[in-house]
């Protein structure tokens, strides 16, 4: 049997907090009691928010841990081809579509039918895509091309549902999974999910499919956030013929009042911490690893 492959996968979007610590060594134990191995990918896909200066307090950040992973690390700005590919096979069945309105017109087009009914929102709280783009014909669709408007690729939520079928998964963590550790997969509380966009053909949801696969991991252990992220990734595993990892979603590590950290809290930031003089064993016993 080869070895269990274990990831950690940031996105270098800010500075790493207690709750990236905790999952890099959660990451980190769980791979060396199974005597796996550990990758590090770096998740920069969104140019405007990803920062090679955060790349760097990365790897400083996980050193000063006393975390190590196999080189060379993969950064998915370098990848968007194989994301493209993907995207193109999804394209090819006919399961994806474009789609030209900003978020803020999203709101508003939502906002008027919630008048009557509440609209429905995603797991993430984002009232879902109302499938306006889908009735242009091939000419409009064409002249909003050509006219520079924001373009979206959008899941065909039904379409990829018929195709895909029932979906779960494996959950070893934490969450409403079933006595057997198997969740039933729900991607169509996401509605037409964006996969992709024209100038950056990718997403995270699609990117971290897609190399989940092509690094062979076989465990991927992250944040509770993310788990109902995990039926969307099901969905695109069985519509891309990709093997589904085990995954474990654990419990984020919150703040004295209870509130999720983010990546401006300082007072939880590892390179303020390591500024006050705070070791790595006390961050260890801080976050209970
Ligand atoms: N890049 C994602 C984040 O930093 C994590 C992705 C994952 O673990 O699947 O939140």
Known sequence: MPPPVFRFAPSPNGYLHLGHAYSALLNANLARQANGRLLLRIEDIDATRCRPEFEAAIYEDLHWLGLAWETPVRRQSDHFASYRAALDRLSARGLIYQSFESRAEIARMVAERDANTPWPRDPDGA????????????????????SGAPCALRLDMAAALASAGDLDWTEEGEGPGGEDGRVRA??????????????????????????????????????????????????????????????????????????????????????????????PAVVRRRIGL
């Open 127 to 146: 009232p879902l895509y109302p499938g306006t783009a889908k009735q242009l014909s091939a000419r409009e669709r064409e002249a909003l091309m050509k």
């Open 186 to 279: 729900q991607p169509e509380a996401w509605g037409d999910v964006v996969i992709g966009r024209k100038d950056t053909p990718a997403s995270y949801h699609l990117a971290v499919v897609v190399d989940d696969a092509l690094q062979g991991v076989t465990d991927v252990v992250r944040g509770q956030d993310l788990f109902w992220a995990t039926s969307v990734h099901r969905l695109l595993q069985r519509l891309l013929d990709l093997p589904a990892p085990r995954y474990r979603h654990h419990a984020l590590v919150r703040d004295a009042a209870g509130a999720k950290l983010s990546k401006s809290t300082r007072a939880t930031g590892l390179r303020e911490l390591r500024a006050e003089g705070v070791s």
